[in-house]
């Protein structure tokens, strides 16, 4: 197959890692395929372009895919219309049979030039969501009149979008989310990083990696550890990430409870980034961010880390409902009481952190996930030589 992906973004966001190792994955059973994207508007290395160079596909930047269009900010209708005027042209010169679409904007712009090219390829949409696409008029207009599949990664967002939007059931698919398992970092001997971070040698260290912003309710967690500051004295929570509301969300909370000495701000890794997970006795996860699929709770998973989970979006089925890792309420007193049976019941974390391991290894595979991707393709193709009514 020749799938043309459109992604209108420049930016290195949690979404996109995951799904360029989708189309990676493809290209390597021989399809080929073409990534569009926005280029940065300033000089930065945290952009898609910086990485495509590790990946087996044709990169486009000759298109703007900027950002859906907002009432408040029309600076990008220009762009737009240099894209819906050259794009119909490019898919039929390209000879693509399927346009993928992964955000808003480029949806409507790749399901018009889909719809007016000559070879009218069919459009499918992955759905990235933390809580599924929103029933606005928009998403119903888009998913109506501009796509033949629709692509998910959790049995709630499922459910969700066909009570949303009664979208044909032989048309949407559950695609399990994925990790490439073959990834050096998870198989290496890691630097000790504790005393970097001055934790202890004896300390019970929690781990969580984010953006932290307000929503995300890190301040639940910081809270938890107020609650047992007597009851584990040698308890951190390391915290791993950044974010521009990192002063409300988490220096705020450490001060009122004056945690200075429990809460260790990591910042943002990236070379050393699996060293510091390997510094974590249990890895806690309240919400997930832009990439619905939790990759940073994933990732701990793989790396054998006990792992608590708020009943929250998908991510109750990341840990397979409980039987990986442990499913809570995220009430602060909720979170203690979840660290504290961690903290002092080897036998419990011994057995979770084998339960999170071997589910992540089964479940979050590469392999299965590229091979359910191709077959639904295959099947979206058929379904669109029989005609619409199919």
């Not at 695609?175 to 001055?198: I, K, S, T």
Request: aromatic letters at 10%; proline letters at 6%.
């Amino acid at each position: 197959m020749k799938i043309l992906n459109l992604y209108s973004d420049w930016k290195w966001t949690g979404p996109i890692e995951p799904v360029l190792n989708i189309m990676n994955a493809l290209a390597s059973r021989g399809h080929e395929i073409t990534f569009a994207y926005g280029l940065p508007p300033y000089e930065t290395d945290r952009c898609i372009h910086a990485y495509m160079g590790r990946y087996r596909l044709t990169p486009v930047t000759r298109f703007k895919l900027s950002h859906v269009l907002k009432w408040n900010n029309w600076s990008s209708i220009p762009g737009t219309i240099h894209d819906l005027r050259h794009l119909p042209s490019f898919i039929d010169r390209g000879g693509f049979d399927l346009v993928q679409v992964h955000r808003s904007h480029d949806h409507l712009v790749g399901g018009i030039a889909a719809r007016v090219c000559r070879s009218r390829p069919p459009v499918v949409r992955m759905d990235h969501k933390r809580d599924s696409l929103a029933p606005s008029f928009s998403n119903k207009f888009l998913l109506s009149r501009f796509t033949d599949g629709l692509v998910t990664f959790s049995r709630r967002s499922f459910n969700l979008l066909r009570e949303r939007f009664a979208f044909p059931l032989k048309r949407m698919v559950i695609v399990n989310p994925a990790l490439d398992l073959d990834r050096p970092d998870f198989h290496r001997a890691y630097e000790h990083m504790r005393p970097a971070f001055g934790i202890p040698g004896d300390a019970f260290v929690v781990g969580n990696v984010a953006r932290f912003q307000k929503y995300r309710g890190t301040d639940r967690l910081i809270e938890a550890v107020h609650l047992l500051r007597d009851r584990l004295p040698h308890l951190r929570l390391l915290l791993v990430g950044r974010s521009g509301e990192i002063k409300e969300s988490v220096e705020a909370p450490v001060k009122k409870f004056r945690l200075e000495d429990r809460v260790i701000l990591a910042g943002y890794r990236v070379d050393d980034y699996f060293d510091t997970l390997a510094a974590m006795d249990a890895f806690a996860f309240l919400t997930p961010g832009s990439d619905g699929t939790a990759r940073a709770l994933r990732e701990a998973m793989v790396m054998g880390l006990p792992v608590i989970v708020a009943k929250r979006g998908m991510l109750p089925e990341l840990v397979d409902e409980g039987n990986a890792g442990v499913v809570v309420e995220d009430t602060p007193e909720n979170l203690a009481e979840a660290i504290y049976a961690l903290a002092t019941d080897e036998k419990q974390r011994d057995a979770l952190a084998r339960a999170a391991k071997d589910f992540a290894l089964n479940e979050f595979r590469l392999d299965r996930q590229v091979r359910t991707v191709e077959s639904f393709y295959q099947k979206v193709l058929t379904l669109h030589k029989e005609g619409p009514d199919s």
